[in-house]
């Protein structure tokens, strides 16, 4: 059986090119403190979060742990690496803005370097890093 090889590019400590098809940024949001309530609450304002520039994608695989994590997605076509993270930018005030009444500041929870890395290659075993 042959395994899936996705490829990973570094673009800068917080922005990489995912299997040339998105540029990526993720975010590590605590959920810890919130009641069951307000966690469905911020999901649902999660999932309804709509701009031009980026996707929002929402990873709840480590609820049980207290964490989801908040991916932003540039779809690579026709992106160079330098709009895509002026897009990225203009989302993320946008989704701080959005968050105001959560009061989540989602530019501080940034995953960097290594972290993405490592959160990436949890989905992709076979991950080829390329430069």
């Given at each position: 059986m042959e395994h899936q090889q996705r490829?990973?590019?570094?673009?800068?400590?917080?922005?990489?090119?995912?299997?040339?098809?998105y540029y990526l940024r993720v975010f590590?949001?605590?959920?810890?403190?919130?009641?069951?309530d307000q966690?469905?609450?911020?999901?649902?304002?999660?999932?309804?979060?709509?701009h031009?520039?980026?996707q929002l994608e929402i990873d709840v695989s480590e609820e049980h742990l207290g964490v989801w994590y908040l991916q932003l997605l540039v779809p690579h076509?026709?992106?160079?690496?330098?709009?895509?993270?002026?897009r990225m930018d203009a989302g993320?005030?946008?989704?701080?803005?959005?968050?105001?009444?959560?009061?989540?500041?989602?530019?501080e929870l940034s995953l960097r370097g290594?972290?993405?890395y490592q959160?990436?290659?949890?989905y992709n075993p076979h991950l080829i890093i390329t430069s």
């Open positions: 490829k990973y590019q570094v673009i800068n400590e917080q922005v990489v090119l995912f299997d040339e098809e590590r949001l605590p959920i810890e403190s919130l009641a069951v966690r469905t609450e911020l999901f649902d304002q999660l999932y309804a979060f709509e031009h520039d980026v076509m026709l992106t160079l690496p330098e709009a895509a993270i002026r993320i005030q946008v989704l701080e803005a959005y968050l105001s009444a959560s009061r989540i500041k989602v530019s290594e972290q993405i959160y990436v290659k949890r």
